[in-house]
């Protein structure tokens, strides 16, 4: 069978570019080498939906990341993905940084992005607990804050329930064209498609290398992350941000989807680009820079660290577009920051603006851009709720206690096309295991329920990648 | 809605010991919620013996300490609900809890004695450097698996933590055939009891390292493969050229608990040093008819002082029901002085208080040949000489009421040197 299109890489570019595809009478798959779509860096970031001030006027990023932007109030309803807009503050903590402040809005205006100059004063009262020395800042009210795990799973899950294949957990060896199509070796299988996309995150210049030499590079920049608790509201209000430096928007904090608090992130040139550990010094760095805007963040309420690795291109701008020789390859390589909040524009732009022209696009009758919708049992009043238990009682059983997730919504998760293979891709689709015990008490249920769903013994179910078993022996009374 | 005189949230031993004392003084109307499918919550897991030396003048295992307050649960058909999850309680005291047989239910309850235990500390709350494999779990969590589901998480163990379910588990790995290689202490004493360091480290020579804690945990290719450990500084600071490597499977973290008390996030309460909730000498805290024992309010050494704090709030909630606490008269906050790391409880209502008055707490730091004082204002209450204190043993001073003038605000309780 020849594919019409294969898709190198199922994270969150891979997947809503996959999504935009299903909507067409196309043949189309995605293979990833990770065992869940949106397992690297759509997986490790600050989760923010950036307005679109900051990047360089001009550029692909400031293009698509406006027009992204614009486009998640509909894409978030469509995949039931929580995104909420509480518009992001860059703030001046120095007297020297106002006169940055009003380059910055600017660049926003150049770039199209509606903010807001705010003096000292004003930030206070957005953000009470800001630094006391704050000097003003830049509100960007279109600004806001994303699920990025749902986001990628949802956006695969529409794109298979549309006619979409993914393989997960096989590695491309090697590309190579073969009279009109490309050949597409893995470490599972061999694959013919018409239409190559390469969209490998920041292994994205090693498959463009397979065919073609490539002039850029696409180094991971590492960066560095505390998670606080979701103890209370009200740490801060907005996205808050220093000035942007050559470093990057630098060092955030925010309150996230699940209402805990996010701190960070470092940026740090790597080598290696499977290295996601974290480190004392460069959290340590990660934590004066942001107490120095918000000095009252209690570091006591850390639940876990982490890191991310951005995909940064040599070029300074996302690589989008054909290869040099052929332009049935598609690159989508070097998607840093902006790249979540760019994502659904680098997926229409690909399609419409590459794809088009070298495969006819024909609509599907039956498309259904929006999925079936998830149950959250907390949003729903106390009668919705003994209604839905009634009529399912797994909805009364809670699973994690500190995230509260029922056995009635992981269950959903293991019913759809992109169902949950591991403890941690269960997690990031239902939060069970997120909270401040880690996993500690709901673990063994949660892989209890991954064994019996897939009919094998616990010592099967692993954490994460393959050797990652969790009940790895039995005992000596159990042998 | 429905209505109970009182609810017990957690039926693990302070929850069943709370709801036993609660009968046997007259309130019958007795609703115990547990999140699991069984009572007696994490005794069932510590298969280990040494509990009920006070409690049953008895070594027990943990199954069968806690097996005893089932049967008399069960005896006195005290009413629970299992696999019935808490999810808030509101500051007029209605309780809301799910479960899959009634649904989402709410009561309204004339008392609440809240013991939902603790958590343990993590890699993620003390922020571990390195790789995020797997093999990296909690010492209590490594011992579910293994004394509840048959499953041995790995074969070569390092310890971080000399904390009583570390030191446990370092002996129960070892009797399955692992390998344990050391346990780090990043103090320069242990967090343990005296008692299991000797049985559960020396009897089987397994190294402890004080002042010692891990580096970073190295595992590229998804799962654990080395520690690395250091030694530290009187700051804790790391002292560099004195890394050891450890091939290993498994890292157990035995690095404290933590008071589970989130269910009180959303309520007008104050917290203490322990986490938990501020309490009064009835272990009642800021919301009247509100109660608090156990591990929630500060982790405890023995299930024996979980089960005797349960009684006291329980009796509290009892005079409470029957209107015999006034919340008059003169109040008392009591404070950690000198060389104290917590003390419960943290407010006093002299006119409350039964005939003796109970302070517990823990010190800082080991001491010798030192003084403890309990003073009222200026006034010393109470001194008693220890040769020797230790943190991992918490300290109980019971002080006749008649004592105290009800004259200053503060009770301290410090400790002195002997000069």
């Known amino acids: 069978m020849i594919f019409d299109v294969l898709i190198v890489g199922a994270g969150v570019s891979g997947s809503l570019i996959a999504r935009k595809l299903s909507s067409y009478d196309l043949k189309t798959i995605v293979i990833d080498k990770e065992n869940d779509a949106g397992n690297v860096t759509s997986m490790a970031n600050s989760a923010i939906v950036h307005s679109g001030y900051d990047p360089v006027p001009g550029t692909l990023k400031a ?97 298979v329930d549309n006619g979409v294949t993914l393989h997960l957990g096989e590695e491309v060896l ?37 065919i073609e030499p490539v002039d850029y590079k696409v180094t991971a920049r590492k960066g560095e992350y505390f998670v606080l608790d979701h103890y209370k509201e009200g740490l801060v209000n907005h996205v808050i941000f220093p000035l942007p430096s050559e470093k990057g928007k630098g060092i955030l904090v925010s309150k996230t989807t699940s209402g805990n608090y996010i701190v960070g992130p470092s940026s740090e040139w790597s080598d290696d680009k499977e290295d996601l550990s974290t480190d004392k010094p460069t959290l340590d760095a990660v934590r004066k820079a942001a107490t120095e805007m918000v000095p009252s963040i209690p570091f006591n309420q850390v639940i876990r660290t982490f890191s991310g690795n951005r995909p940064t291109p040599s070029t300074h701008d996302f690589v989008i577009g054909f290869a040099k020789k052929d332009n049935h390859f598609i690159n989508v390589s070097g998607i840093e920051s902006p790249g979540l909040a760019s994502s659904p524009a680098i997926a229409e732009y690909v399609v419409n603006e590459f794809v088009s022209k070298v495969l006819s696009l024909k609509e599907k009758k039956d498309y259904k851009p929006a999925l079936r919708k998830r149950i959250n049992p907390s949003k729903l009043s106390v009668n919705e709720r003994n209604a839905l238990i009634k009529k399912d009682p797994d909805y009364g059983e809670i699973i994690c206690n500190c995230e509260k997730v029922t056995l009635g919504e992981i269950k959903d998760e293991l019913s759809r096309s992109v169902p949950p293979m591991s403890v941690k891709a269960l997690k990031k689709r239902t939060r069970a295991g997120f909270g401040k015990c880690q996993g500690g008490f709901c673990q063994p249920l949660v892989i209890k329920i991954l064994a019996e769903h897939f009919n094998v013994d616990m010592s099967k179910i692993k954490l994460d990648k393959d050797g990652s078993e969790i009940c790895k022996y039995l005992t000596k009374e159990a042998k | 809605m429905i209505n109970k005189k009182l ?27 547990e999140k699991n499918d069984y009572l007696g919550g994490i005794l069932n897991q510590c298969i280990h013996n040494g509990f009920g030396l006070h409690e049953f003048n008895e070594e027990l295992t943990g199954p069968e300490f806690m097996s005893r307050f089932s049967k008399a649960v069960n005896d006195n ?26 649904g989402l239910v709410e009561v309204k309850a004339e008392a609440i004695i809240l013991t939902t235990g603790c958590y343990e500390r993590n890699a993620g709350a003390i922020q571990i450097a390195g790789d995020r494999p797997s093999g990296v779990y909690t010492a209590g969590q490594a011992q579910l698996y293994l004394n509840c589901y048959g499953y041995l998480v790995g074969k070569k163990v390092f310890i971080l933590g000399s904390g009583d379910i570390g030191l446990i588990m370092a002996r129960r790995m070892t009797l399955e055939g692992a390998k344990v290689l050391g346990v780090a202490e990043l103090n320069p004493y242990s967090a343990g009891l005296n008692r299991n360091i000797v049985q559960c480290l020396q009897d089987f020579n397994i190294p402890l390292y004080l002042s010692h804690t891990v580096k970073e945990v190295k595992g590229k290719e998804g799962h654990l493969e080395k520690v690395v450990i250091a030694k530290v500084d009187e700051k804790f600071a790391f002292i560099p050229g004195t890394e050891v490597e450890f091939d290993v499977d498994t890292l157990l973290l035995s690095v404290g608990l933590i008071p589970n008390c989130d269910l009180l996030n959303n309520l007008p309460l104050s917290f203490s040093k322990t986490r938990g909730p501020v309490v009064s000498q009835d272990m009642e805290t800021e919301i009247e008819g509100l109660f608090s024992a156990g591990n929630v309010l500060h982790v405890h050494d023995l299930v024996d002082y979980v089960v005797e704090e349960a009684r006291e709030a329980a009796n509290g909630a009892v005079k409470y029901l029957n209107g015999k606490l006034s919340h008059k008269g003169h109040i008392y906050d009591v404070k950690p002085g000198n060389g104290i790391g917590y003390v419960v409880p943290q407010k006093i209502y002299l006119e409350d208080a039964n005939d003796k008055l109970v302070f517990k707490f823990r010190v800082a730091h080991p001491f010798k040949d030192i003084n403890i004082f309990i003073k009222e204002g200026d006034n010393v209450v109470k001194k008693l000489f220890k040769p020797a204190i230790i943190p991992s043993e918490m300290e109980i001073v019971r002080v006749d009421k008649a004592l105290f003038k009800g004259e200053a605000k503060e009770i301290s309780v410090y400790v002195e040197e002997r000069k």
């Open chain 1, 63 to 159: 293009k698509l990341n406006v027009q992204g932007n614009k486009m998640f109030p509909k894409l978030c309803e469509d995949l039931d993905v929580h995104f909420e807009q509480i518009g992001s503050l860059t703030v001046a903590i120095y007297d020297d940084q106002i006169k940055l402040l009003s380059d910055l809005a600017i660049r926003s205006k150049e770039n199209g992005v509606e903010v807001k100059l705010l003096s000292a004063e004003e930030v206070k009262k957005l953000e009470p607990n800001i630094n006391p020395n704050v000097k003003g800042g830049l509100l960007a009210p279109s600004a806001g804050i994303v699920n990025p795990f749902t986001l990628t799973v949802h956006a695969m899950e529409s794109a």
């Open chain 1, 174 to 210: 090697s590309i190579k064209k073969d009279g009109d199509v490309y050949v597409v070796k893995t470490t599972k299988d061999e694959y013919q498609a018409k239409v190559v996309i390469n969209a490998a995150g920041v292994y994205s210049d090693k498959i463009h290398s397979m």
């Open chain 2, 7 to 33: 609810v017990i949230i957690g039926g693990g031993s302070a929850g069943m010991a709370s709801a036993l004392e609660a009968y046997k003084q007259g309130v019958t109307d007795i609703l115990i919620l």
């Open chain 2, 77 to 102: 058909h005290i009413s629970y609900r299992l696999q019935s999850n808490v999810l808030g309680i509101s500051k007029d005291k209605v309780v809301t809890y799910s479960n899959s047989y009634e």
